[in-house]
């Protein structure tokens, strides 16, 4: 096969980086007909950077795409398995992460031999400033803008590519040093204006990279912004003194002036990665790659790797569409890889904030900070860091269970998940919340056998905590006439049944979610149109203001102080007779655009009055709910509020507010902050992915001090046991999965416990004999999924 399509007979890449080079030998491999062109501005064997690290995972994928140049990698690469951390005057050190360090100049010198080899023109010393006249030049069929960073072709054409470029709040520079470090290693010091961290690993014999990063308003108070180079490297040197053994660190970038060495991190997102131009008279398609296309924080270490599997990708496309026209081949390229970037970067960009608030974890004690730092992508788990080094993580699941008063199963530590907490006077047998699902079942407000299965079955299936679906204090409180609503003798004896099931069989700690639908209210069931008004029988609704949630909705009465007096007692009424049923747990609703969050939310709140404008007036209304049931709730028995953390909206609240908010309630009594987002107006575009609110709840509990539950796209019991472990949250909730499988707590259990078979469940009773063996038989016959050992964080 002489050309993997008829259209393509030249390929010209702008950019002699890896993403650059490695395409252009990739396709001249598989391809000799083809002429390849990589014009580079910097001199032949020229470049400036340190190391570049990847995982092991990385090395097999290039293995398959090239054995002869994977090979003279690897005769380059520095191996490693640790990573240590320094913090506070003490060390601790895991291994089993698997990392490959080589110098960048050495990177690409190996990929330059190559394509000499191969038979790939590299052109050097050519600064490009016009990709149409290079492009007619060489006659190309194929342009690949892998020109960088700061890619001019991206700008010539951003029309086309849309790049949303996010610049970062944490500078750093990019040092070497002639110590060479046996670990990837983190180093974080304090100083009198705030903290600095070290990521330095060796990447050949003599040579380690040293990265200085902290947040900009620190450099800024330490006068780093007017030093010298000399002094801005000499004061690094002083402060990670303890960590060089007397070594320097040294600058490469002696061409920059003053402090312009020290960046500030540009993520880089574009919404499409082909354009089509007219070059004389024919359609040319110019294709980014490599961080001219995106980038990901230097702290995932993924950079020079998503570049080189960029390559690999378009070159397989067109190998494996051989004979498919140039069109579709770039369609399936930018498909299939946009996605595996995104999923780089949002875990890139949990890692990038996690550096950029580094105090946010510095109450925790070393061993918790960590695990955090180890899993601060959330692409490594808790299971996951067994495959690495399980005898660190069962030393750290030991120290946990020490904190949390848990108790040792044959042996072993408790798993995070299955840990004890208790809050006031209610003691939860692990951190496991079945989520408040609404069920459209009930019946002029009473909720009836249905609820009784529903809510009994997942009661004796193992989770500490099962939530009642959001519950009305009034008739018009209902989001559709299937809801449960609690204003009546009725309606609170159903309940009471249901919390007396609980008591009686499961172990589980029953609690009660109120709210109150606001303007989202009389609507259809949920499976008949979600969101949609009644077809006839429409009831009034109230709101913050006279804003319908959609055009097609009701328009909302806005509520007078009348309405809201009337509207604060009848919560207090049915907080009353919550606490008569039974219940032990009491969370209000505060979310989703419902009543109360239509006060919240600046989207939904255009008072004039002391009710709107600023946060704190926004919040007034549910801070006066709130402590009016708190004031008739039992004193020994917990309140929860759950709040959107961020409305994904354009003029929205932020996750900045959602701290400020929790603030507020906690000031006013509560004791847990249920952390969701999204859902208060219909333009809300959230990003979605596994955990994805989980860091809303981990910037709460770590900023605010007070007790999370993270909620949202927590499917495995690995999930529960990493936010758990990492201090991210205190209680999971989980609704999905305890939907298919009301032991879904139960059943994750006894696959933990496999590790040891003959462990007793710690949150079940004596007399529970038989779930237990259920749970263990299952447990047995099942297959526990972990990640790829060598999947980085």
């Known amino acids: 096969m002489n050309t993997p399509t008829p259209a393509l007979r030249r390929i010209l890449c702008i950019g002699g980086g890896p993403a650059g080079l490695y395409f252009g030998l990739l396709m001249k491999r598989r391809f000799p007909a083809l002429e390849v062109t990589v014009v580079e501005r910097n001199r032949p064997y020229d470049t400036f950077g340190w190391g570049v690290v990847f995982s092991d995972q990385t090395l097999v994928n290039l293995r398959r795409a090239d054995p002869e140049t994977a090979q003279a990698m690897q005769d380059a690469f520095n191996h490693w398995d640790d990573i240590e951390v320094f913090y506070k005057g003490a060390s601790v050190r895991s291994g089993g992460h698997g990392f490959i360090g080589i110098g960048r100049k050495r990177l690409l010198n190996i990929l330059q031999e190559r394509c000499e080899a191969l038979g790939v023109k590299l052109v050097f010393e050519t600064d490009v400033t016009d990709d149409q006249a290079l492009a007619q030049q060489y006659g190309a069929d194929l342009v690949i803008a892998s020109d960088g960073l700061n890619s001019r072709i991206r700008t010539r054409y951003e029309s086309t590519f849309q790049p949303d470029i996010d610049t970062r709040l944490c500078r750093f520079v990019w040092l070497g040093t002639k110590k060479t470090f046996d670990a990837f290693t983190f180093a974080f010091e304090q100083t009198e204006h705030g903290w600095f961290q070290a990521h330095a690993y060796k990447f050949d014999d003599e040579t380690s990279t040293f990265i200085v990063e902290t947040p900009e308003p620190v450099w800024k108070a330490h006068g780093i912004e007017d030093m010298s180079q000399e002094e801005g490297v000499a004061f690094c040197e002083k402060l990670f003194a303890k960590y060089l053994d007397g070594n320097a660190l040294i600058s490469n970038a002696k061409h920059l002036r003053g402090s312009a060495n020290w960046i500030r991190f540009p993520r880089v997102i574009c919404n ?91 109450g925790m004690e070393i061993q918790q900070f960590a695990y955090s730092l180890l899993t601060r992508s959330q692409r490594i788990s808790h299971e996951n860091l067994r495959l690495r080094d399980a005898k660190w993580l069962e030393g750290y699941e030991d120290w946990l269970q020490s904190r949390a008063g848990g108790r040792s199963a044959g042996g072993k530590p408790t798993p995070p998940m299955l840990l004890p907490l208790k809050v006031r006077g209610v003691e939860l047998k692990n951190r496991i919340v079945v989520s408040p699902m609404a069920q459209y079942k009930a019946q002029d407000g009473v909720v009836g056998d249905w609820h009784l299965m529903h809510l009994g079955a997942r009661a004796v299936g193992g989770a500490a905590l099962v939530m009642v679906e959001m519950t009305s204090p009034t008739p018009e409180g209902r989001i559709t006439p299937g809801c449960p609503g609690l204003w009546n003798d009725a309606q609170q004896a159903a309940l009471a049944r249901i919390v007396d099931f609980a008591r009686q069989n499961g172990g589980a700690r029953m ?276 990640q790829d050992p060598a999947e980085t964080s």
């Open 272 to 362: 499409t990665w082909v354009h089509w131009q007219d070059i004389a008279g024919k359609q040319t398609p110019i294709v980014l790659m490599g961080d001219a296309a995106h980038t990901a924080h230097f702290s995932i270490g993924s950079g020079t790797k998503l570049a080189l599997e960029d390559a690999i990708d378009l070159a397989n496309e067109f190998t494996d569409n051989a004979g498919a026209d140039m069109a579709t081949v770039l369609q399936g390229y930018e498909a299939r890889r946009s996605v595996e970037v995104l999923k780089i970067q949002n875990a890139a960009r949990n890692s990038t904030e996690w550096f950029e608030h580094v105090d946010r974890y510095t």
């Open 511 to 786: 609690g009660l979610q109120l709210g109150h639908s606001g303007p989202k209210g009389s609507t259809q069931l949920g499976w008949e149109a979600m969101d949609e008004p009644l077809a006839t029988g429409n009831w009034p609704l109230l709101s913050a203001s006279a804003l319908p949630y959609g055009q097609q909705n009701q328009v909302p009465k806005a509520m007078t102080r009348a309405d809201m007096d009337a509207m604060t007692a009848a919560f207090v009424e049915s907080t009353q007779r919550a606490a008569a049923a039974g219940f032990d747990w009491l969370e209000l609703h505060c979310a989703h655009g419902y009543l109360l969050s239509a006060f919240i939310c600046p989207l939904t709140n255009q008072r004039s009055d002391g009710y709107g404008g600023s946060l704190e007036n926004r919040c007034r209304y549910p801070l006066e709910v709130f402590a009016a049931m708190r004031a008739a709730w039992p004193a020994d028995k917990p309140m929860s509020v759950r709040i959107s953390a961020h409305d994904w909206a354009p003029g929205g609240n932020t996750p900045d507010d959602a701290v400020a908010i929790a603030r507020l309630f906690k000031a006013a009594g509560c004791d847990v902050i249920d952390v969701s987002s999204g859902q208060t107006t219909r333009q809300a575009k959230p990003v979605y992915g596994r955990m994805y609110q989980t860091p809303f709840a981990d910037r709460i509990r770590n900023e605010v001090d007070i007790l999370t539950m993270a909620v949202g796209a927590i499917s495995e019991a690995d999930h529960a046991n990493s936010i758990i472990g990492a201090g991210r949250a205190d209680l999971c909730a989980v609704a999905r999965p305890h939907l298919a499988d009301p032991a879904w707590t139960l059943h994750e259990a006894a696959k933990l416990q496999t590790r040891a078979i003959d462990w007793p469940l710690p949150y079940l009773s004596g007399r529970d004999q038989l779930y237990r063996e259920i749970a263990r038989q299952q447990a047995l016959q099942g297959t526990v999924v972990t």
